[in-house]
Antibody, heavy 123, light 107 residues
Framework: QVQLVESGGGVVQPGRSLRLSCGTS????????VHWVRQPPGKGLEWVGI????????YYADSVKGRFTISRDNSKNTVYLQMKSLRVEDTAVYFC????????????????WGQGTLVTVSS | IVLTQSPGTLSLSPGQTATLSCRAS???????LAWYQQKPGQAPRLLIY???SRATGIPDRFSGSGSRTDFTLTISRLEPEDFAVYYC?????????FGGGTKVEIK
């Protein structure tokens, strides 16, 4: 069965960096895009970004552009979210989520989600 | 694209019908709109994509409709497990956006 498992969350000071991991199984990793989506405590969902499975498309929300970077390791079936210059407002549960579409032009929604990992940015 | 969901909270009894609205600030290309259900402490679950296509395993009491800027999620014959928060999300633009959510609570 399809599984996505996030890890790497924790408490970090403002201005510091953190890397989240999303380990996947149950599907052909090299054929699917995996997005990152976040949710501040008690609030709604915010899309963070995507690196398409072929590496040809990489997009981020304006709120994280230039600070966050997504990468993939096909040998480990894992997607990473490198977060730099963290701010208090980056505090959230971070989810990774699979995109079910084969082509980027029709992509952009999420059929399987991980359970999320909490990142708290606080001094 | 900014998505505005209404109402913020819907108080209904089991067996009733819930009608949730999602309005976009501009037309959503090719009706690329999805709906998700989220329960406390859980990840969201995909209900509807392409404005009206049900995801795998979703009961037919969930239906999506609408186009361009106005979309609706209808939940017929509410079951106890349907009380949750619902989000719409557009994927017509490269930068994806979610609505603020509608909470369906037990009256």
């Amino acid at each position: 069965q399809v599984q996505l498992v996030e890890s790497g969350g924790g408490v970090v000071q403002p201005g510091r960096s953190l890397r989240l991991s999303c380990g996947t199984s149950g599907f052909t990793f090299t054929s699917y895009g995996v997005h990152w989506v976040r949710q501040p405590p008690g609030k709604g969902l915010e899309w963070v970004g995507i690196l398409w499975y072929d590496g040809n498309y990489e997009y981020y929300a304006d709120s994280v552009k230039g600070r966050f970077t997504i990468s993939r390791d096909n040998s480990k079936n894992t997607v990473y979210l490198q977060m730099k210059s963290l701010r208090v407002e980056d505090t959230a549960v971070y989810f990774c989520a699979r995109d079910p579409e084969k082509y980027f032009d029709t992509s952009g929604y999420f059929d399987y989600w991980g359970q999320g990992t909490l990142v708290t940015v606080s001094s | 694209i900014v998505l505005t969901q209404s109402p913020g909270t819907l108080s209904l009894s089991p067996g009733q019908t819930a009608t949730l609205s999602c309005r976009a600030s501009q037309a959503v290309a090719t009706d690329y709109l999805a709906w998700y259900q989220q329960k406390p402490g859980q990840a969201p679950r995909l209900l509807i994509y392409g404005a009206s296509s049900r995801a795998t395993g979703i009961p037919d009491r969930f239906s999506g409709s609408g186009s361009r800027t106005d979309f609706t999620l209808t939940i017929s014959r509410l079951e106890p497990e349907d009380f949750a928060v619902y989000y719409c999300q557009q994927y017509g633009k490269t930068i994806l956006t979610f609505g603020g959510g509608t909470k369906v609570e037990i009256k």
